[in-house]
């Protein structure tokens, strides 16, 4: 009984164990048949051959039991198998099956080249490009069609656009539906499509297209409908840029609720609706591959080591994994150098600013600890200085103060570089965004946020005072130097994606001239003349100065990473006010994708 228990715990822990009790019973079973023998003249024929086959009987048993032990063992310690599928270096955006669940169709970025999708039949080692280079597949649907976004290139951060468009997985040219569109889904019938797009009242998710059920403060991403079709799960991240986020489901009548609040980096519907798998992870690169049901318990199935998402899963269970290796690292050159210098400090060194002589990079190591963590270093290559838990928004002018928000009560700080105490601003209902500048004279900063119910927009505030909000909602804000030199005109990208300056004071904002489609502020030059702007995605990068009346365009500095594999953008960029020293940072992500079967 021992061996069959239904309860793992009432099995025997090893098979030492078991030998051990089979020993004993074997001992018991041999006294048992002397005892017998001594006893067999006086007794009749009959019981002499029946004491003579009790142990064997017996033994049998318990070897029928050993071997139920032993299979049950295997049965609860299975591990589940892990197919390679690709073995290309490079960055892996999107992977899903065929219908009939014998391909994977992805899209990739591998030696250093542009993204674009490929199609692999399962046990086979070589993938072929479906020729749509420069897409990124967003979905495929049970009738073989896919949705791409052609055109893909990432914006800010984690954020990427396209124009949305279907083609039949069997071939045929592309038909283009959506511009603007960050991610896609199918409908279970293949009918209908959810969409999240820019609008210009900001980002909604659509489902199907033209009906929004949901609308994000910042930005959105991976929307999946249900099997049923009845709900769709996504991504909300409060800040622009950030993959961070909560995982949320929003029903046909555009309730929403939150599933998970934090943690989970990727998921993917099962077949049958009622759970979604999902990993989660945390800063020191271990993931937990588990389940979750709609009314938010999490049940754990397997722990992994590194950095894991669910890509899709089968209607037979199988499991679509992509392992990768995320890494960003920052690069500077300092006036009277010749050569970029590397200054990533761990796995995760996300620049914030540097200071207006070129001698201080301020960073984020966003990779170990629930928390971001802020430090500052030298361009020389000096040691890092670890300045505390809180977000960097930008240097004060006079380089001793770095402005901050404290993670834990969401309110602006003043970390000193060198000897100080901290300062505390007054507290606000602000829920502040990772950018700030101060005015020339250090005494005033502008901050972009959100108010309760309000879309993002910028706010004017001194440094003993209360914030007060200029400008309209829906205004983008990146890492950039986004404030003239003047103080007077904030440079910023409205809703229709459009590089806008905003007076501070009062008046209509004005488009720049000469300013590219998807191209963003860095900074502005020393004169206020012009607008340093560039591109993030594709490589190289190209800085170019713009004259904010005249719109001319003169090239500035070409920016590539010396190893373009996995890297599919570059930025942010910080340039100093005089244009001779700079800081730049890049996104790696080296990726590979699994078959996973066996799990439970």
Request: proline residues 7%; charged residues 25%; neutral net charge.
């Amino acid at each position: 009984e021992r061996c069959l228990a239904k309860d793992p715990e009432d099995r025997y822990a090893s098979t030492r164990d078991l030998a051990r009790d089979l020993r004993a019973i074997r001992d018991h079973l041999s006294e048992t048949s002397v005892s017998a023998s001594a006893d067999a003249v006086a007794a009749p024929v009959r019981r002499t051959r029946l004491s003579r086959w009790l142990p064997l009987a017996a033994l049998a048993a318990l070897a029928a039991l050993a071997a139920g032990y032993l299979l049950g063992t295997r049965r609860e310690t299975a591990t589940p198998s892990f197919q390679p599928l690709t073995f290309r270096r490079g960055a892996i955006l999107n992977a899903r099956f065929t219908p009939d669940g014998q391909s994977v169709v992805y899209s990739s970025a591998a030696d250093g080249k542009p993204v674009e999708v490929f199609s692999i039949r399962l046990g086979s080692p070589e993938s072929r490009p479906l020729g749509f280079p420069g897409a990124n597949l967003l979905a495929v649907s049970t009738t073989g069609e896919l949705a791409l976004s052609r055109g893909w290139r990432y914006v800010i951060g984690w954020e990427g656009f396209g124009t949305l468009a279907r083609v039949p997985l069997a071939g045929g040219a592309p038909r283009e539906l959506l511009e603007d569109v960050q991610d896609a889904d199918w409908s279970p019938d293949g009918a209908n499509l959810a969409v999240i797009r820019t609008t210009a009242q900001g980002r909604v998710l659509e489902y199907p297209i033209g009906r929004k059920l949901h609308q994000g403060v910042a930005w959105m991403s991976r929307p999946r409908v249900s099997p049923d079709g009845k709900r769709v799960a996504f991504f909300d991240h409060p800040e622009l840029g950030d993959n961070l986020g909560s995982l949320k489901i929003v029903e046909e009548s555009g309730r929403s609720r939150v599933l998970v609040a934090q943690g989970v980096s990727s998921f993917a519907w099962e077949p049958g609706g009622k759970e979604l798998w999902i990993t989660t992870f945390d800063r020191g690169g271990a993931a937990d591959l588990s389940r979750v049901s709609l009314d938010g318990t999490i049940r754990s199935v397997t722990n992994l080591t590194g950095y894991y998402q669910v890509q899709d899963v089968s209607r037979d269970g199988k499991l679509l994994l992509q392992r990768f290796e995320p890494r960003r690292e920052i690069v500077a050159l300092r006036d009277g150098e010749l050569r970029e210098r590397n200054l990533t400090w761990f796995n995760w060194s996300y620049p914030c600013d540097i200071s207006a002589d070129g001698e201080l990079v301020l960073f984020e190591e966003q990779n170990v600890g629930p928390r971001y963590q802020l430090y500052s270093r030298k361009t020389d290559g000096s040691d890092a200085v670890r300045l505390g838990e809180s977000r960097c928004l930008c240097i004060s002018p006079d380089g001793r103060w770095v402005l901050t928000v404290d993670q834990a009560r969401d309110q602006l700080v003043l970390l000193p570089t060198g000897p100080g105490e901290p300062k505390a601003l007054p507290k606000s209902s602000i829920k502040y965004s990772p950018w700030a500048n101060f005015f020339p004279d250090g005494k005033r900063i502008v901050t972009v946020g959100s108010e309760q119910g309000r879309g993002i927009r910028l706010f004017v505030q001194d440094l003993d005072g209360l914030p007060r909000a200029i400008g309209p909602e829906g205004i983008n804000i990146g890492r950039w130097k986004g404030l003239s030199p003047d103080g007077t005109r904030i440079a910023a990208i409205g809703p229709d994606r459009k590089v806008l300056l905003y007076p501070v004071s009062s008046g209509e904002p004005r488009v720049v001239p000469g300013v590219e489609p998807d191209e963003f502020p860095i900074r502005w030059s020393a004169d206020g003349r012009g607008l340093y702007v560039c591109r993030n995605s594709g490589l190289p990068i190209q800085v170019f100065l713009v004259d904010v009346e005249t719109g001319r365009r003169r090239l500035w500095k070409i920016l590539e990473p010396p190893d373009p594999a996995g890297v599919l953008s570059v930025g942010p960029v910080f340039i100093t006010p005089d244009g001779r020293s700079y800081v730049y940072s890049y996104r790696r992500e080296l990726g590979e994708l699994y078959l996973v079967e066996g799990l439970p």
